[in-house]
């Protein structure tokens, strides 16, 4: 271990304990954990609106929970439609780098001058500069500053960032970072194609994916379903499907499967809950078994995946596999299509769930599900739960990480 190492600055675009999405969640559960180690900085905006970045909280110091937490305004919101006909216009014209590039980072956001200006005037007082994420303006103005003493966790996706990470100002920036850790090996690979430099690490740490308190205790566990299922009207098993309810997922295959299961199976105990809001041109099918309660809170989800006897992954398309593998951690095996791309995969490695080609492979495999108990679906469900804990949980992410700051 190097003694020398004790703080930390942590630079995030949007920081706190209520915001939602994938960057801000993250940062806020690594730095709660990071706090048991080192002093840390918290560096980021006042924006809670990542659409908007208006100026919504107050900028300063505060301390929170033994963090310190340094917010800087905004100096210019931003308007969605504006970045994205950018976007449009750069990939139309095929025009690339110079101040095009620079011009997006900045409708890009958030534009924190203050937040620049405070790392170049303070890289001495810190030992490691942690950035969360790769887009956006702290972090493309920022890391070059103290690049020699850099973590940057890109958070790219493979499939919504393609055009992106081909971009000069951004291949130029993971050239500068010290250390790159990633989220599993498809963002890992996907990133490294971009990078020259071989002075740059590269390392995989997992997402940080973890059972919440009031379901790892199991009376708490129990209570939180039943809640659920008295609140629905939810009886017997089911299978869950969770997210937007269109074509473009697969939902219209997966009604169909699951009606041809119900009709042969009519007195089927087992039923189909897919949570979230259909598209207007997709109708929920009535009469086949299916339990439809809209969008819930994030709690209720969650409580309503620890009931599940499975997940459901209809998607014939590459799809993330963060929502899958929240429900593996729960002990929920899957039944996945095997065109979804990552999410396939990690069903494969996890060997925790039943993967299908074809609508008619599927009603087997239903079927299968709905016999499948005692030590054959124990065993699903204990090798879901530890695929995901030792590959993605956040003991792996705290070893990683921790390892980086301290080489």
Known sequence: MNEEVRKIAVIVPRYGENLRGAVPEFAYHLVKRLKSFYSIDVLTSTASDFETWENSMDDGETVDDDIHIIRFRTTQTRDMASFEKLDELRRNLGIAGGMLDQKRIYEQGPVVRGL?????????RYDRFLFVTFQYFPT??????????SILIPFADPV????????????????????????????????????????VGKVVAGSGIEVPDYLADPDQRIDAIARFRKKYGI??????????ICKETGCDEMFRIFKAFHEVH?????????????????????????????FVSEKEKLSAMAGAKYQWIPSKEDCAPTGFLNGLILGVPGIVNEGAGRTAKEAKLSESAYIYKTAEDCVTLIEEAEKSAGEGYDLLSVRSKIYARDNYGWG???????NAIEA
């Open 266 to 294: 009519p007195d089927s105990p087992l039923h189909l809950l897919a949570i979230g809001k259909p598209d207007a041109d997709m109708a929920l099918p009535p009469g086949i078994g299916a339990y439809y309660p809209g």
């Open 160 to 199: 919504k960032d393609e055009k992106h990470v081909n971009y000069k100002i951004y291949r130029e920036l993971f050239d500068s970072a010290r250390v790159l850790i990633f989220r599993d090996e498809n963002e890992k690979k996907f990133v490294s194609r971009v990078v020259k430099k071989s002075t």
């Open 235 to 244: 009886s017997g098993d089911y299978i869950i499907y969770n997210g937007r």
């Open 140 to 149: 493309v103005y920022g890391l070059p500053h103290v690049a020699e003493k």
């Open 116 to 124: 620049i200006a405070y790392l170049r005037e303070n890289a001495d």
């Open 396 to 402: 792996s992410v705290m070893k990683t990480v921790r």
